[in-house]
């Protein structure tokens, strides 16, 4: 079938797998031309990275640098910021042990109340 | 001691089980983290403008570390993809103020068409050649350049004139009309 077999390899709808640093080579030129093709190949099916270059192509390489850095700050910060919020929240292992504490003392304290009143 | 895996060592859907297991952020975020540039393509191709593209990536990092859905996720890029496409057909919605529903079916819809069944007929070099006449153009060309001549996107802009994401819709569409061609000649064989 010559080279329009090229036009639908088997399975081909199902590997658009392609990586960051795929998608970053390919956008920065520094791909190999096998490589390359891997990637362009990816491209004409429709998936999430095809869409995904398409959009960053809008931008230009210091662009698109910048926002990824500056992305990937606000992320940690993000995190950091719940987990520290976790860490400064009191445990809840320690309020149902004190509240289970203070239980166990005003039993105790009402049944020596209880024999004391009886002995008097 | 139990030691935990390095971050790198593990796939999307190990990294969410670590985070489900753990129940510590710092894993979904490594997991975030790989796929920020996807999502600011994505975010960039519907929203077209680098600050709310931005913001968009931004707001779904939120939406992901406080609204993770508790049941599995089977693949986890392909739901990341689908809630960052959402959410800017949402935003484009509520600006333009008249949503077309199909557009969102249009965006998703595969053509149906069943590709394996496709492959395994016996499709003639002269059928081929004979659907790709029947393409516009533009589709033809751009099919022909990088399927036939092994030509590179670049090439075909240069050669073309046509923008990145021209020669790539180009593609795309050329061959899911080929694929509905082709089908329907299989269907109905012309005598």
């Known amino acids: 079938m010559s080279d329009f077999s090229q036009i639908w390899n088997p399975g081909d709808e199902g590997k658009n797998l392609l990586t960051e640093a795929q998608m970053q080579g390919y ?3 520094r791909l190999s031309d096998e490589e390359r093709r891997i990637v362009e190949e990816s491209l004409s099916n429709e998936s999430p ?11 230009t390489e210091e662009e ?10 606000e992320l940690r910060k993000s995190l950091n910021k719940k987990r520290k919020h976790r860490r400064d929240m009191p445990s809840q292992r320690w309020t149902v042990l004190a509240i289970l504490l203070i239980l166990l003392l005003a039993v105790l304290a009402y049944v020596v109340l209880f024999f004391v009143k009886k002995s008097v | 001691m139990h030691r935990l895996p390095h971050h ?10 670590q985070y489900r297991n753990n129940a510590d952020n710092i894993w979904l975020g490594h997991l975030l983290q790989r796929h920020t540039l996807l999502l600011l393509g994505i975010a960039m191709k519907y929203l077209a403008d ?4 931005a913001d968009a990536v931004q707001q779904i990092f939120l939406k992901t570390l406080s609204h993770l859905p508790d049941e599995p996720i089977a693949n986890f890029k392909g739901w990341l993809y689908i809630l960052m496409r959402n959410h800017c057909l949402q935003q484009l919605r509520d600006k333009t103020r008249f949503a077309e529903d199909t557009l969102l079916e ?31 153009l533009e589709q033809r060309n751009c099919l022909d350049a990088f399927y036939l001549q092994k030509k590179s996107y670049t090439d ?20 899911r009309n080929l694929k509905i061609i082709l089908s329907k000649n299989l269907k109905h064989p012309q005598p």
């Open chain 1, 64 to 73: 698109r640098n910048a926002l990824h850095l500056k992305l990937n700050a």
């Open chain 2, 156 to 175: 075909i802009m240069v050669a073309t004139g046509f923008s990145f994401a021209q020669v790539k819709s180009y593609i795309q569409n050329g061959k």
């Open chain 2, 106 to 136: 249009q965006l998703s819809a595969d053509d149906g068409t069943d590709l394996e069944r496709l492959q395994q007929m016996e499709i003639t070099l002269q059928e081929m050649q004979d659907a790709l006449q029947t393409l516009v």
């Open chain 1, 49 to 59: 990275e095809s869409d995904a270059l398409e959009g960053l192509q809008l931008l």
């Open chain 2, 50 to 53: 680098k600050d709310a593209a």
């Open chain 1, 27 to 29: 956008l920065e030129g």
């Open chain 2, 8 to 17: 790198s060592q593990l796939n999307d859907e190990e990294l969410l089980q």
